[in-house]
């Protein structure tokens, strides 16, 4: 499991440096290879496809993450459907990718583990 | 609040007839006005998105809609993030639009009321 997940956010400002491309390769190899770096409506965003049974698990699984989430005061979108859930990360504030989303991500990695 | 809130859905099977266009027009008169008709990878959906004041109480909705979707069997697609949720309905066995989808929609518009 990535040393990433044991991390916690730090605090976003408006003026936080977006990473480079250099730091989000870096940083995606502490991740599972299934997260993918896109870019929707010009912001990137780090996203993951997680695969469930049934739809109360994958529902399960959303509310696991809903709550790292608040406790760090970061939130991803999290598209709920039948036996799956994509979680995507980003900063808001930078309209882009800080460390804290790699963070969240191994976070949210490390949930999909303990399922 | 529509009368459909109170159907229930009723067994779609794969040969069930997709609704068309006049159909569509005469069941979505019984909707909120902000559910739109949209086509995503060829396939007719029903999407309306809630706005809430925070990411907690827009969880508790996705929740709620949960709930309704396995008391029925039938489930959309549902996008959680901070202060919204995007609840998408349409019938996957038949990819397009059934009664069934109208029928939640307006639950899920009862929901929202109840909020």
Known sequence: MSELANDRCEACRADAPILDDDEITFLQKEL???????????VRQLERVFRFDNFADALA????VGEIAEEE???PAILTEWGRVTVTWWSHKIRGLHRNDFVMAARTDKLAAEH
Chains 1, 2 share one sequence.
């Open 61 to 64: 699984f959303t509310n696991r």
């Open 73 to 75: 005061g970061h939130h």
């Open 32 to 42: 599972s290879d299934e997260w993918q770096v896109i870019t929707r409506d010009g």
